[in-house]
């Protein structure tokens, strides 16, 4: 891992991002980012102003670091991610995760779109991540370890924090939101999976599939944040519903169900806001 490119991504932030600890992390994933309601944000800054992160190469990721205030929580948000399949290696992927660390972020929701692998999940769905696999074999703990990241050999047992994901759950019964648990399956891209594949994650236990989150939620749980992930199911997995899958259609299905992803992330925030104040 190129740490000169974290100092560098760090010293390009505004002094604004440090002078106190976001309250709340948020990497928000395809579509995500026109569900959450800013107001007026203390900073916006592009990607692309960001060394090591750079502009995202896909379409429906934004590319912005925000903070901003609301229900007396500061939030640090970055809209849109860099993916493993964009080539770029592993440091714009793990940078967010990174600069909240350094920011002193203790708390992080991961979110993302995926495909239903669960007959339990239909698309415009949203499922709480319980755990995750990790079939595609690759890890961003591989190399020196990290100063800040753990130990060598991270413990697992419990990457999604159980607090956090309750608070997902209360907010969803506040929202009227069918949010289901389950376990999502991490795949490098950029193909989908075949029906082979599907049945073969199926048989492993995974609900749902996606291209992103677990590298970062592998840092950020061996770094020490509490995480919390949420998929939004945009489709159903290659094999079990429809003769193709494209990314069109996931973003035309996360515009369906943007108003819900909206009230959910919103209703979240209060809850959290609720819990630090009553502790
Ligand atoms: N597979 C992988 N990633 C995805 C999918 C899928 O079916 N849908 C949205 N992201």
């Known amino acids: 891992m190129n740490t000169a490119l974290f100092d560098a991504a760090a010293a390009a932030l505004p002094s604004c991002c440090f002078r106190q600890p976001p309250d709340c992390g948020l990497i928000l994933g395809s579509g995500w980012g026109q569900a959450l309601q800013t107001g007026n944000a203390l900073l916006r800054l592009p990607f692309a102003g960001i060394p090591g992160l750079g502009a995202s190469t896909v379409v429906g990721h934004a590319g912005e670091l925000l903070l901003f205030e609301r229900q007396g929580l500061r939030i640090a948000a970055f809209l849109g991610r860099r993916h493993w399949y964009e080539g770029a290696g592993w440091e714009p992927v793990v940078l967010p995760v990174e600069l909240l660390r350094r920011m002193g972020t203790r708390t992080l929701l991961i979110t993302n779109a995926a495909g239903g692998i669960s007959p339990n999940l239909k698309p415009g769905d949203l499922m709480v991540l319980r755990d995750h696999i990790n079939p595609a074999g690759i890890n961003p703990l591989i190399g020196p370890v990290m100063p800040g990241w753990g130990p060598r050999f991270p413990d697992q047992s419990k990457v999604y924090d159980a607090g956090l994901s309750d608070l997902l759950r209360k907010a969803a019964c506040d ?105």
């Open 175 to 279: 929202t009227d939101a069918s949010l289901f648990e389950g376990v999502y399956a991490f795949t490098s891209g950029p193909c989908y999976e075949t029906p082979a594949e599907i049945r073969a994650y199926a048989s492993m236990g995974a609900d749902a599939v996606g291209m992103s989150t677990v590298p970062e939620a592998i840092v950020a749980h061996a770094a020490g944040l509490r995480v919390a992930g949420l998929s939004c199911i945009t489709n159903m997995a290659a094999g079990i519903s429809g003769p193709h899958l494209s990314h069109e259609e996931v973003l035309a299905q996360t515009r369906k169900t943007a108003p819900v992803m909206a009230a959910l992330l919103e209703t979240f925030l209060a809850r959290l806001a609720r819990e630090r104040w009553t502790g």
